[in-house]
Structure formats: structure tokens, C-alpha cells
């Protein structure tokens, strides 16, 4: 059982910073592909950005509306995955909910565990 807490959303002006942080529970962090999702009104869960630890090895994945733009970092010793979103746009408004699943990063939403979610504003 994994269980995920994200943090760090708040209204942030056009051209703006913010760094999500999500904390997982569990021993096993590092075996988990982690992904950030996000979900504005009216629209489905898309897939923002996920990361993979195997092997010594790091596997990042991005959607290409945040390719540039936004950060995906993790900390197996602290079990922390991290989110930096620079460059923010309206369009980035969300909800942005951390997930975990075994096996790779997928960029469609079948993850086994999710937070509850932050959310991020971006004013014009």
C-alpha cells in the first residue's frame, strides 16, 4: 500500500514558478513509476510528467505541453517526487495529483495509487 501527499499549489502570475512536492508512504518507493497528472474543469486527467528509478538508472517522460518548462525529479531516500514548473501558463490551471505504479510510466491514468490532489492557479 502506498499512500501519496501532495503539496506546493497555490495562484501564481503568468511567467511564474512553482515546485510541487508529493510524500509517499511505503518501503518500496523506489520500485514505483511515479507520474504527475493534472485535471482542469471540464476536462480529463492528463498526463503531465512521470519518472522511473531502475537500475541506477533514471527514466523521465513528459507531455509535450510542459516539455521545457516543467521538472520531474524524485528522492528515494526521502520518498519525494518533485514537480518544477517554470514558465507557468493559464493553461497550466489544475488540480495536479501525484501517482504510483509498479512496472514503467504510462501516460494514460491506469496508476494503482493517487493523491488527493493541489491545486494550481496561473492568473493572466
Known amino acids: 500500500q502506498v499512500q501519496l501527499v501532495e503539496s506546493g499549489g497555490g495562484l501564481v502570475q503568468t511567467g511564474g514558478s512553482l515546485r510541487l512536492s508529493c510524500a509517499a508512504s511505503?518501503?518500496?518507493?523506489?520500485?514505483?513509476?511515479m507520474g504527475w497528472f493534472r485535471q482542469a474543469p471540464g476536462k480529463e486527467r492528463e498526463f503531465v510528467a512521470g519518472?522511473?528509478?531502475?537500475?541506477?538508472?533514471?527514466?523521465?517522460s513528459y507531455a509535450d505541453s510542459v516539455k521545457g518548462r516543467f521538472t520531474i525529479s524524485r528522492d528515494n531516500a526521502k520518498n519525494m517526487v518533485y514537480l518544477q514548473m517554470n514558465s507557468l501558463k493559464p493553461e497550466d490551471t489544475a488540480i495536479y495529483y501525484c501517482?504510483?505504479?509498479?512496472?514503467?510510466?504510462?501516460?494514460?491514468?491506469?496508476?494503482?495509487?493517487w493523491g488527493l490532489g493541489t491545486q494550481v492557479t496561473v492568473s493572466s
Open positions: 519518472i522511473r528509478w531502475s537500475g541506477g538508472s533514471t527514466y523521465y
Open positions: 511505503g518501503r518500496t518507493f523506489s520500485a514505483y513509476a
Open positions: 501517482a504510483a505504479k509498479e512496472g514503467g510510466v504510462r501516460k494514460t491514468p491506469e496508476y494503482d495509487y
